[in-house]
């Protein structure tokens, strides 16, 4: 079907993207509704339901994936999976500071009840399924179609990437089937639609899907851990609590974004696409040695926080792949190696701490700082 698609205008590949992600979200609907009308009691089970969708869901997506005739992609090691952490290291800070912070707030939470370990494992299961199930259309079928579609220049990279991401924010819109308002949902689309932007830009620069499957599923885990942990409400609510405020989601992710779209790194998926290795410069050496000593100095200085120890986890990262370009002679690798442990450590620890001051909080304590906290 590749062939077939390469030669129409360049616009039926997007229309053919959409029309995927449309059978996409007819899967997902039709298999919740039957779900709901002969299971109706795995809907005592959380997340039970939406697991039943997102397996088929999977499933569509993985024969697209061979329809399209990029199976390979998931064969695919691209720069690797420890390389590809650094390039998406955006991701690994940003799920640190959400998973600690919706902790705590969960914990203040006087309604929180812990889920049974049987619910937690369903909500777990289920949050790798989306990763998988969206990450494999999306950027494993959708993305890949549009950029054997565009010439491989740097902007035939990045109105592909652009594209992929207003195709998965748009199919949020799906989400109009739950009853939530449509301020709340258009919110979403535009939140989702910057996010998937920047997962195909960290795709097409390290070809290696799992990355971004990973990464997704784990964003979306510490995003809805509050119901799927502690029973706060499920994705509907979570769906419904999208305002204004939310909308801060989008400066925040145009940095990754403009960072990872520059014109040295777009040419450098320009070469990964004609199949040349990609061989770190004594210049990249230096460079993520720097990145690395200036994360670990921030991990540190705001590791009393307790959220900001994934920025002493990419400094890590970004030490290592500095003393891989260059082994030897490489003293600003191992100071920011140093010092991104140190902060990586305090980091977890300051969290753990804190974690359990509110664990052991009494329901009053609770209640006002709840009140305080305006929630």
């Not at 997506?61 to 992609?73: E, K, N, P, Q, T």
């Not at 926080?305 to 191992?334: P, Y």
């Amino acid at each position: 079907m590749k062939k077939v698609i390469m030669k129409m205008p360049k616009v039926c590949a997007v229309l053919i993207g959409l029309v995927a992600t449309a059978a996409f979200l007819g899967v997902l609907n039709l298999v919740g509704r039957v779900g709901e009308a002969y299971l109706p009691s795995l809907t005592e089970y959380g997340y039970a339901t939406q697991l039943i969708g997102e397996l088929f869901a999977c499933a569509f997506s993985v024969i697209i994936l061979a329809v399209f005739g990029y199976l390979g992609v998931l064969k695919e090691k691209g720069v690797g999976f420890g390389k590809s952490a650094y390039v998406g290291g955006f991701f690994i800070g940003y799920f640190g500071y959400v998973l600690v912070a919706q902790l705590m707030v969960n914990l203040i939470n006087v309604n929180s009840k812990l889920q049974s370990f049987p619910m937690i494992l369903i909500f777990v299961i289920t949050m790798l399924l989306v990763g998988a199930a969206e990450e494999i259309l999306f950027r494993g079928a959708i993305l890949n179609l549009l950029l054997d579609r565009f010439p491989n220049t740097k902007g035939g990279i990045l109105l592909a990437v652009l594209l992929d991401g207003l195709i998965f924010g748009c199919a949020h819109f799906g989400n109009l089937s739950t009853g939530v308002k449509f301020s709340s949902i258009f919110i979403q689309v535009i939140t989702a639609g910057m996010l998937g932007a920047v997962f195909a830009i960290i795709y097409a620069r390290t070809r290696n899907i799992w990355y971004v499957i990973v990464a997704h599923a784990a964003v979306d885990f510490a995003a809805l851990l509050g119901g799927g942990i502690f029973g706060n409400g499920d994705l509907i609510d979570a769906l419904g609590s999208y305002s204004a405020k939310n909308l801060i989601a989008v400066p925040i992710l145009l940095i990754p974004l403009i960072v990872l779209c520059r014109k040295s790194r777009l040419e450098e998926a320009v070469n990964m696409r004609e199949g040349q290795e990609i061989v770190p410069t004594e210049k990249d050496a230096k460079r993520d040695g720097i990145v690395s000593l200036v994360l670990g100095i921030i991990s540190i200085v705001t590791s009393c926080i307790g959220m900001s120890f994934g920025l002493g986890i990419v400094g890590c990262i970004a030490a290592v792949s500095s003393k891989k370009a260059k082994r030897e002679d490489n003293g600003i690798a191992i100071a920011g190696l140093i010092t991104s442990i140190i902060g990586t450590a305090l980091g977890i620890l300051m969290a753990i701490c804190l974690l359990f001051v509110y664990a052991s909080m009494d329901s009053m304590s609770k209640a006002l700082l709840w009140e305080q906290m305006g929630m």
